[in-house]
């Protein structure tokens, strides 16, 4: 669109949660990321940044619980061998009574489900796994999240899939939960942002790795210039017209400098976040198991899910005689575990492999750890009220807008995070794109499934290309837009 960014980004490489690390040729992805979306023009922007090497996967994923693994979308003929007709019968009879005496309200999680899949289905296949993952019972966890992540999917629907295939339900609809394919960069995620990377770059815009940023001057209405430190120490300073930030929206609130009113500092602290840490085993053995990935239902073993990195594309891993698998937990960096030495955390991942029969100790040749900070955003029961004091007050800075999954505080996937960030360049153009509204009204994403690739009208300033000057100890740097 002509503007040429200045990027701030606080890690030593691009893209965040979407990153891809590389330990000896082996490459992991924190966490899986699929790429399928519903919405064209993402579709469209990902074949063309990469083109040959954006490959089409078959998804192979299963349930692990009661020491058996349970297909996951659902097959009916697996599901009732996998639990026995007894216990067929009580998640048949649990759902009917659920379609009888439905919970009168969907406040919380636990609700939600148990209305959509009865009570019993819920306790098996949801409840232990979701406790997992956010550290919180289901009846703290706010129903918003289940209508947002398990949108338009329930047990006739899982039921009709395994007889339908294809994540289609009667309408045509494809529920994003059942896809049987997607696509995966051939390098994994982290390849599509380092080629975005390159080709801002290619157009005069400039990336600066290492940079937190510890303050964001605004006056009247406006952001006037970001503050922030590298990881040498140096100070740093940049101005800008305009101001695009991804950063936790909670932590954005606590740097903004004045400080917003006591009441929305306070809704800044209240807004909770739910780390991740991954211990990746490199296993000597050709083949492990088929999956991509395996959710992993068991209280018994601290680990959510097992990722097999090289089911996703065989070019993550450097040796074929060789496979990585990476053991993601689910916590707090408060929590004792996040504290603990690589080296017991890699022996916890051992031993649980052992517990769930993927591996044998001796097979494993080494360990990696990766902690994530604020990886996920939380819906506990007062996110709503806190995010909409937040909302309010940002919107009396006019040249700031927030994006993506922590900068919007939504627990989207990343084609939505994309497209807030597709709405915020438009916006910065002229366009008036409301991000807030991605993935909470689906009529205003249909627009986009026939939407044009056109270039709109050009700025009406001119251009100004990012220069630094040093300002005692503190360099300074002018550009365009500024992106957190």
């Known amino acids: 669109m002509g503007v040429r960014p200045t990027i701030l980004e606080a890690e030593i490489q691009v893209g965040g949660l979407s990153r891809t690390l590389n330990h000896r040729g082996y490459r992991f992805d924190i966490g899986g990321h699929r790429f399928f979306s519903k919405v064209q023009i993402i579709n469209d922007l990902w074949k063309e940044i990469l083109a ?17 693994l349970f297909d996951y979308p659902l097959r009916a003929a697996n599901a009732l061998v996998g639990l026995g007709p007894f216990e067929a019968l009580r998640v048949i009879a649990s759902y009917a009574t659920s379609q009888l005496f439905p919970e009168k309200e969907e406040e919380n999680f636990e609700q939600w489900v148990s209305n959509r899949f009865g009570r019993r289905l819920y306790e098996i296949f949801f409840k232990t796994y979701t406790e997992k993952v956010w550290g919180l019972p289901c009846a703290k966890i706010s129903a918003d999240w289940a209508a947002q992540r398990i949108k338009n999917l329930s047990l006739p629907q899982a039921l009709r899939n395994a007889i339908l295939g294809s994540g289609r339900v009667e309408d045509g609809e ?65 101005d800008g017209t305009s101001f695009l930030s991804s950063m936790p929206l909670g932590q954005l609130v606590q740097v903004l400098d004045p400080a917003p009113s006591e009441d929305v500092l306070e809704a800044a602290r209240q807004l909770s976040y739910r780390d ?43 040796d074929r005689s060789r496979t990585s698998l990476g053991l993601e937990y689910f916590l707090s960096n408060r929590h004792e575990m996040w504290r603990w ?144």
């Not at 942002?193 to 990336?207: D, I, N, P």
């Not at 097999?308 to 594309?313: E, L, P």
């Not at 995010?387 to 927030?402: C, H, Y």
């Open 174 to 238: 494809i529920i994003t939960s059942l896809i049987d394919t997607f696509h995966y960069p051939r390098l994994g995620p982290g390849m599509m942002w380092e080629r975005c990377q390159q080709l801002v770059e290619a157009r005069g815009g400039v990336t600066h790795l290492g940079v937190s940023v510890e303050r964001v001057r605004h006056r009247k209405g406006r952001v006037e210039c970001i503050q922030g430190q590298t990881r040498t120490g140096q100070g740093v300073e940049w």
């Open 52 to 68: 040959e090497d954006f490959l089409h996967c078959k998804r192979l994923s299963r349930i692990y619980y009661r020491d058996r």
């Open 341 to 484: 030495l690589d080296e017991r955390l890699v022996e916890l991942a051992v031993r649980e492999c052992g517990q769930l029969r993927l591996v044998e100790p001796g097979e494993v040749e080494e360990g990696i750890v990766v902690r994530v900070s604020r990886a996920y955003p939380v819906y506990d029961r007062n996110y709503r009220l806190n995010l909409e004091k937040i909302r309010s007050f940002l919107l009396t800075i006019t040249n700031l807008q927030t994006m993506g999954r922590n900068g919007l505080h939504r627990y989207n996937n990343q084609d939505h995070s994309m497209l807030t960030g597709i709405y915020a360049a438009r916006n910065i153009t002229g366009e008036h794109k409301d991000l807030w509204s991605v993935n909470t009204e689906m009529e205003y994403l249909e627009e986009y499934r026939s939407c044009d690739r056109s270039v709109p009208t050009r700025l009406t300033s001119p251009v100004l290309h990012s220069r630094a000057r040093q300002v005692g100890n503190t360099q300074k740097e002018h550009g365009e837009g500024t992106y957190l």
């Open 276 to 318: 991740y840490l991954m211990v990746v085993l490199v296993v000597k053995r050709e083949h492990v198991f088929p999956d991509n990935w395996i959710y992993i239902h068991s209280p018994a073993v601290m680990a959510g899910r097992v990722q097999n990195y090289k089911n996703w594309s065989p070019e993550m891993v450097p």
